[in-house]
């Protein structure tokens, strides 16, 4: 048996039962105990049933994570590749089949960071996996609660548990669809193309469209809460960038969040040594011509102090390195919060 998807193939779940029996410890290992998969479900007539029964299974290897029964019998392509990749990586016991690639998808950098700020926020429930525990809209509409829109939980949104016909997908949708209503309107977002649908379906790019903008939003809020109601946006963070390295005798400075001296991450430690004086080790700073890999060094540690002088920061050392525009905006302005608490 084989599939050439994560969706139309997999509906069944007769592939499923088939790996889990393949990829269960067969007691072969110390301190692994052998685990038989019950394959009777298999012949369950009714493909939800069949499905949710291949799940119990998949519990007892601990891989139950990201699918419902209906994602399965539904085909829901991004969510049965996480399912799968978390099989893969607890239970690797798989030998690559000869002159085959498999392409297992995992997180993106930009994927963990929202995920972390998300978390570091309270929302419940807690993100695993941010497509899936975004799919009924209930994280994001929290989120949107976070930056003051107001959401009217009472007569808009469905709360679980989602019951009735396909797991109380058409609920899910009816979130969905008011969560991108609130962006369109009281959030003032640019959400050109995006329907509730690809939130509940899982697309990524027009997914994160909407979650970057609610973190941009987020951190702005908190700038301005800050500074007594003056509207924060780029070039206000920029300018009190430069002004405090200014102030503090640094001949560093940045044009935007895309200059290239970003990169060394020493306009970023210049600015928390100005924050907090005597904070950075600066003969711990590569200068000169630096590699791939000093600049990396930089960049962690420039991450690392940023945390451990108070800024909220979500951010990874890579984001630095690779200048990644709307990320290196967020450390800026981490930094500018924690400067003004400290004014």
């Known amino acids: 048996m084989s599939i050439s998807n994560f969706s139309r193939d997999i509906k069944d779940s007769k592939a499923y039962f088939h790996l889990l029996e393949q990829i269960a410890p067969d007691g072969s290992k110390e301190d692994v105990p052998r685990v038989d998969i019950d394959m009777t479900g298999l012949y369950e007539k009714d493909p939800t049933k069949r499905a949710e029964a291949m799940l119990v299974q998949a519990d007892r290897l601990g891989c139950r994570q990201f699918v419902t029964a209906i994602d399965v019998v539904s085909g829901n392509a991004k969510l049965n590749m996480a399912f799968v990749a978390t099989l893969f990586n607890k239970h690797p016991a798989l030998t690559k089949p000869e002159n085959q690639d498999w392409n297992l998808e995992s997180e993106t ?14 929302v419940s429930p807690h993100v695993h996996h941010i ?70 379906d899982g697309n990524a790019t027009l997914t994160l469209a909407l979650v970057w903008q609610l973190m941009r939003r987020y951190t702005l809020n908190v700038l301005e809460d800050l500074g007594h109601g003056e509207v924060a946006g780029d070039d206000l963070i920029i300018s009190w960038v430069n002004k405090t390295l200014a102030e503090a005798g640094k001949s560093s400075s940045i044009k935007s969040f895309k200059d290239k001296s970003i990169s060394t991450s020493v306009p970023v430690l210049d600015l928390i ?31 690392s102090m940023a945390r451990k002088i108070g800024a909220k920061v979500y951010a990874l050392p890579e984001d630095l390195v690779e200048v990644n525009q709307k990320m290196v905006m967020t450390i800026f302005a981490c930094l500018m919060g924690r400067g003004m608490k400290k004014a």
């Not at 924050?275 to 930089?298: A, C, M, R, W, Y």
Request: hydrophobic share 35%; with cysteine.
């Open 273 to 303: 040594n100005a924050i907090q004086p005597n904070s950075v080790n600066f003969e711990l700073v590569k200068t000169g011509t630096l590699s791939d890999e000093d600049k990396l060094d930089n960049a962690k540690y420039a991450i």
């Open 131 to 200: 497509y899936g525990d975004l799919q009924d809209a209930m994280v994001i509409l929290q989120l949107y609660e976070k930056i003051k829109v107001k959401v009217d939980w009472d007569n808009r949104v469905n709360l679980p548990p989602f019951k009735g016909i396909g797991g109380g997908h058409l609920k899910k949708i009816e979130n969905c669809n008011y969560a991108v209503e609130l962006g369109k309107g009281k959030a003032n977002f640019s959400l050109v193309g995006i329907g509730g649908q690809d939130l509940y």
């Open 109 to 122: 950098r930009e994927e963990r960071t929202f995920r972390n700020w998300m978390n570091s926020l309270g």
